[in-house]
């Protein structure tokens, strides 16, 4: 077994999908590890959907503007290294194991004093604070695990914060209502902070207004201080007009699809802004701005992996996500028919998702996916059987085999005509990494 596989063990003995929210445990072992979160300014981003496309355009402008950056994100798709990037690269495996080494010893200290050893979210967390220092990096990009005040990533004090869309998702951990899990994501703001934050709803906004003012943080809201002006469908994304906090940004590409990714957008040029000091009267160089939205990528987030039938590759997890998805689909993409491949975990809210997807699939095959938290194919299956009618629904438990079944049902149904037949593959962000690793090349 090779150094890096050794590390991919260990981490994975801490239990990949374990959840314990133990603040004082990750801050024992950033202050035996020297508090390396200190050693640069951090932008920080929470929310229910969105916040890793947007953590992924404020690195990539961030680096248009000439700066050495770290990015944080979960889960990942192929490699944990994906989750700690050093200027928009996933950490090279050499790099993986010297950092572990020089953490794990620490982490074992940690774990000597309770009763529950640190989480692999914890780990990853350390980790990634640690390599940034080390590189080092001008400012990090750290996206939450999950919620915000009680999330490992939050020993870090961020001068600005990134609020997404807030929806119900997560509910066992952080609350039944909007508000309950506002306040929860509210909790990265820290004294002095600049907020950035999405549209949100009333019962969302209440908390991060009641939280700023404790803390002395400024806020600037999309739709008053920043927003999208105009957005047009080009080929292979679409062209936009922002608001910012400094002036009006036209002419920039996002190689991205969907309204969604266009607010995203806005969210991340308003937080580079504030970070770098742009404001009334006082711009981002424009040139600087497109060249970073035109770099910008985000596997999973309505990839395209294959063609005739086209095959793309979605995340939507939760109904406000799917939501974002389908409109995106209805907008972006012709499709005349539209296979989906369904595998969720199952505490999802699932009716939801094929109440979406109803309208917009013409059949749907329901599988599993590799996570011990999979909704069985055959509960799945009737839930869809439910929505959707029994000769709409097709269930298996295997993923290649619900691929394959997909692609030949888009075929059948296309008459030989390729054009405008797709397959979707959706509901978690595990579906699509184990779609993604059967199909991309």
Not at 22 to 46: E, F, N, S, W
């Amino acid at each position: 077994m090779s150094e890096y596989a050794e590390v991919e063990a260990a981490l994975n003995e801490r239990g990949f999908t374990r959840m314990a929210f133990d603040m004082q445990k990750i801050r024992d072992l950033m202050d035996v590890l020297g508090t390396p979160q200190r050693a640069y300014p951090a932008i920080h981003l929470t929310g229910t959907n969105g916040k890793t496309s947007t953590a992924r355009m404020v690195d990539a402008l961030l680096r248009a503007h000439g700066l050495h950056t770290g990015r944080y994100t979960s889960p990942h798709l192929e490699t944990v290294r994906e989750r700690i990037s050093l200027d928009g690269e996933p950490i090279s495996e050499e790099r993986m194991v010297a950092t572990f080494q020089d953490v794990a010893p620490l982490a074992g200290l940690v774990d000597a004093k309770y009763p529950e050893p640190l989480t692999y979210f914890d780990m990853t967390t350390a980790m990634a604070y640690a390599a940034f220092a080390d590189a080092p990096v001008d400012i990090a990009v750290v996206e939450v695990g999950l919620g915000g005040e009680e999330d490992a990533t939050n020993v870090i004090d961020a001068g600005v914060c990134v609020m997404t869309p807030i929806g119900l998702d997560h509910t066992e951990w952080l609350g039944d209502t909007i508000e309950d899990i506002a306040w929860a994501k509210a909790g990265i703001i820290h004294q002095g902070a600049t907020v950035i934050s999405a549209l949100q709803t009333e019962e969302a906004m209440r908390p991060i207004l009641e939280r700023c003012a404790d803390m002395g943080a400024t806020l600037a809201r999309e739709g008053s201080e920043f927003g999208v002006v105009e957005r047009t469908q080009a080929v292979g994304g679409q062209v936009l007009i922002l608001q910012g906090l400094g002036g009006v940004y036209d002419e920039v590409f996002l190689p991205l699809f969907g309204a969604h990714q266009a607010q995203n957008a806005a969210l991340a040029l308003a937080a580079v802004e504030a970070f770098l000091g742009a404001g009334p009267g006082k711009q981002l160089e424009i040139e600087l701005v497109r060249e970073g939205f035109a770099q910008v990528d985000s596997p999973g987030r309505l990839e395209r992996v294959r063609s005739a039938p086209a095959i793309l590759l979605d995340g939507a997890h939760n109904p406000h996500g799917m939501a974002a998805t389908v409109t995106a689909l209805e907008e972006e993409f012709s499709f005349r028919h539209l296979v989906a491949v369904l595998a969720v975990l199952g505490d999802k809210d699932v009716t939801g998702l094929l109440d979406l997807l109803e309208p917009v699939v013409a059949r749907i095959v329901v599988t599993e996916n590799s996570s011990p938290r999979s909704m069985p194919a055959a509960e799945l299956g009737q839930l869809a059987v439910n929505v959707f009618g029994e000769d709409r629904v097709t269930v298996t438990t295997d993923m290649p085999n619900a691929i394959e079944e997909a692609v030949v049902l888009a075929e059948e149904d296309a008459s030989g005509e390729m054009s405008g037949v797709g397959v979707l593959i959706t509901g978690s962000v595990v579906t699509v990494a184990d779609a993604r690793k059967l199909l991309k090349r």
